[in-house]
């Protein structure tokens, strides 16, 4: 009985690890996504390059 116990939490461990893996990369694409939205603000904000 004792060995299944340390087996189901080995599993629970490794899924909440997982769970938070995801979370992580989550995070990390919503600020890559702000930044590609505020340099195209910034992009949209500068004066047109003359041409010659």
Do not use: F, K
Request: hydrophobic fraction near 35%.
């Amino acid at each position: 009985m004792r060995r299944d116990t340390a087996a189901s939490d080995r599993r629970w461990s490794g899924l909440l690890v997982g769970v938070a893996d995801v979370a992580n990369l989550v995070g990390d694409l919503v600020d890559l996504q702000r930044d590609r939205v505020d340099r195209n603000a910034e992009d949209q904000n500068q004066p047109p390059e003359p041409t010659l």
